[in-house]
Each structure stands twice: as structure tokens, then as C-alpha cells.
């Protein structure tokens, strides 16, 4: 995961290997690092077939009035709509805060209508997420079965 921007409010990572944009949101989240991140996303995924996306929330508060206008406005109606059709999977580390929860959930739902294919899951750690992404299945865990419980089984 390389990054490409950092702010105090946000920090957008990529991951060119598995085509992944990672946003991780950090406060409250203001229009310029909004714009900033999306725009530098929009000019990578235009050379892409496909992208996923890793939306860390974790220690998100909110987004500003002004990102929420402009995301639902502007960006998923026009310069972010050619991206949002590439978007396969997008896989969500949540928020504590339920009205960032909120606020984040109504963003997603806005981009879902411009592209309805894409799958999304929530997850809790960055991990099992980026695992998700980028198709890797984790091996299941197998019990290992004690001698022990033949003898208490009833004959």
C-alpha cells in the first residue's frame, strides 16, 4: 500500500498490485481532503478496468456539510461518475460513531445508485477486508478433534 496523500482529516493509500484505493477518514472530514482524495482517485482508476475500495471509518466523527453536498451533488452525478462503474467491491472498517455511521452509510447508498453491482462488506480489522478485496479466501479452521471425546460418548 503506497500513500498518495495525507492530511490530518484523511489519508488515501493505494495498492497497485490488487488495484485497491484505500480511504481512511479522520474526524471531521473537510471539503478540500474530500475533494483531494476522490479527484487523485478518479485520475488513477480511469486507467483501471476495475478498482476496489477500503473505507476506513474507524476513527471518523463526520464529514463536513460541504463533503456531503458536494459528494451527492457534484461528484457521484459527474466527476466521479465514470470511476464508480469500476468499483467492484468495497469493503467498510465501521465507525464507533453512529452518526458518522450514518452519514457514511447515506454517501454509499448515493454511490450504490450510480453503479447497483457493486458488493460491499463490513468488516473489523484492515486484514480479513483486504483479504476480501483482493479475492484471497482464508483457509477454513479446522477443529482438531480429541481422542478424549470417545470415551465420553454413550454406547
Known amino acids: 500500500m503506497k500513500v498518495i496523500f495525507e492530511a490530518e482529516d484523511a489519508i488515501f493509500q493505494f495498492d497497485e498490485e490488487n488495484t485497491t484505493f484505500q480511504f481512511g477518514w479522520k474526524g471531521t472530514v473537510g471539503l478540500a481532503s474530500m475533494q483531494k482524495v476522490m479527484r487523485m482517485a478518479v485520475g488513477i482508476a480511469l486507467e483501471l478496468e476495475h478498482v476496489h475500495w477500503l473505507v476506513d471509518r474507524r476513527a471518523l466523527e463526520g464529514y463536513s456539510p460541504e463533503c456531503r453536498i458536494w459528494i451527492k451533488n457534484d461528484f457521484v452525478q459527474s466527476e466521479g461518475k465514470e470511476m464508480l462503474v469500476k468499483i467492484d467491491k468495497i469493503a467498510v472498517l465501521e465507525s ?60
Open 96 to 155: 464507533e460513531s453512529p452518526m458518522a455511521t450514518l452519514s457514511s452509510n447515506v454517501l454509499a447508498e448515493t454511490i450504490k445508485k450510480v453503479n447497483p453491482s457493486i458488493e460491499s462488506k463490513t468488516f473489523d480489522y484492515v486484514q480479513p477486508a483486504s483479504n476480501w478485496l483482493a479475492g484471497i479466501i482464508p483457509e477454513p479452521v479446522v477443529e482438531k478433534k480429541s481422542g478424549l471425546r470417545n470415551l465420553f460418548r454413550k454406547k
